[in-house]
């Protein structure tokens, strides 16, 4: 019983400090028709892949990796465990993870290899003392069973645990929060004051270069048109009288008065063709719904609908404060959005904005970046989660180094 929980232990640890684990088998004996096994999370059952892949590589004494699926992220990495010349030991690992990271794994569970032959090692002795009465002498037997003890091996693995991850590195990656735009978003205004009269297009929908949005009332402009036209004729009359008459100098009133009349007539024949508002390139229209808004007034410039483009987007996250500096134009990383789950979608950032926001009280800043593909699946305003590459880092600062830098600024704050 004692020996499953050093192994449960070792094998909970061993996963946590493994990036990408989802799931974890530890086979001793696996020779044995009824090997002893343990598992990670402690509350699933043991996979059955898992179990026979790590009985494979205890059997035939190899690495084995075998492919989940198509795109090279899920793998399982079986291997046996030399700690002990008598008892045949494996782990089988489901890790998510890019192939060239495999190294770091299979560098964590080498390094795990001395770990757990000195907790097997001593196993055999605590369980031993723990059936037995305690001698009642002072001297070394007393040091050598108070060291051997669960509870004093468990710390000593967690501190050369946390000094083993001095010695190996890690990709450290930056996650943050992301939101899907529209590599161009186009504001369509309202053309001039006046009232909406239909609109037949709303937030949501998919239009068409040139394609009627929303029409404003021209009744008015109909009326000045009439209006105008009337005037025209009026003044052609009166300019072909005064030229019967040989009167150029009234003609040359009228002529003008014609010319002023022409300038106005245009400008309303101008906002009646920009009455109809009509989308400036194919697209997708991610903000504005005018159908419960028919007959209120607008002004010039008032924005009545944004659309952005269905094939070109960009990716913006939304990166911490603390993290922002070690950011640079070029990084690349993957995106998860909620709408397609389990599909990473590869990018490069372009740009590292001084722009700022205050998001759930923590600052936020700008990091728009440019995806390797679209896909038709995509729309404006899906939200998801990024993860940008920074680079390689040692596990231990991957691990501590936020811990580190609160108690850093704990310390400045309350130390005189």
Not at 49 to 70: F, H, P, T
Not at 218 to 236: A, G, M, P, T
Not at 349 to 370: L, W
Request: hydrophobic share 45%; with cysteine.
């Amino acid at each position: 019983m004692l020996e499953k929980e050093i192994l449960s232990a070792w094998l909970d640890l061993t996963c946590k400090m493994m990036r990408g684990a989802k799931r974890a088998v530890l086979l001793v004996d696996a020779e044995q028709e009824i090997p002893l096994s343990v598992q990670w999370p402690s509350e699933d059952a043991a996979p059955e892949e898992l179990v026979r892949l790590a009985r494979e590589a205890s059997l035939q004494n190899r690495l084995i990796v075998k492919k989940l699926d198509s795109n090279g992220l899920d793998h399982i990495l079986a291997t046996p465990l030399r700690v002990s010349a008598e008892r045949s030991v494996a782990v089988a690992v489901q890790v998510r993870i890019k192939p060239e990271q495999q190294r770091v794994v299979l560098q964590l569970l080498k390094w795990g290899e001395k770990w757990l032959e000195l907790l097997l090692r001593y196993e055999p002795e605590v369980a031993s003392t723990s059936d037995q009465p305690l001698p009642a002498d002072t001297g070394w037997g007393k040091w050598k069973r108070r060291l051997a003890s669960p509870a004093k091996i468990a710390s000593m693995g967690v501190l050369v645990a946390i000094l083993a991850l001095s010695f190996f590195s890690g990709d450290y990656r930056i996650s943050a929060e992301a939101t899907l735009e529209g590599s161009v978003q186009r504001a369509v205004v309202a053309p001039f004051d006046g009232y909406v009269n239909s609109a037949p297009k709303r937030a949501g929908e998919t239009v068409a270069a040139g394609e009627v949005l929303a029409k404003m009332d021209d009744h008015e402009l109909q009326l000045s048109r009439l209006q105008f036209e009337s005037k025209k004729d009026e003044y052609n009359r009166q300019y072909r009288q005064a030229l019967g008459q040989r009167d150029m100098a009234q003609a040359y009133i009228y002529k003008s008065q014609i010319s002023q009349v022409d300038a106005e007539l245009n400008l309303v024949e101008r906002k009646l063709e920009r009455s109809e508002i009509r989308a400036s390139m194919d697209g997708y229209i991610i903000a504005g719904d005018l159908s419960r808004s028919l007959g209120a007034p607008v002004e010039l410039g008032d924005v009545l609908f944004e659309v952005a483009p269905l094939d070109s987007y960009r990716l913006v996250i939304y990166v911490q404060e603390q993290n922002i500096a070690d950011i640079e134009p070029g990084a690349v990383g993957q995106v998860s959005l909620q709408a397609l789950p389990g599909k990473e979608l590869g990018f490069a950032v372009s740009k590292v904005s001084p722009v700022f926001e205050d998001r759930a009280n923590s600052i936020v800043y700008r990091v728009e970046a440019i995806l390797d593909q679209q896909y038709q699946a995509l729309r404006p305003g899906m939200q998801g989660v990024a993860k940008i590459e920074v680079g390689e880092r040692s596990l231990a600062w991957i691990y501590f180094h936020e811990l580190y830098n609160a108690v850093v600024l704990w310390l400045w704050k309350w130390l005189p």
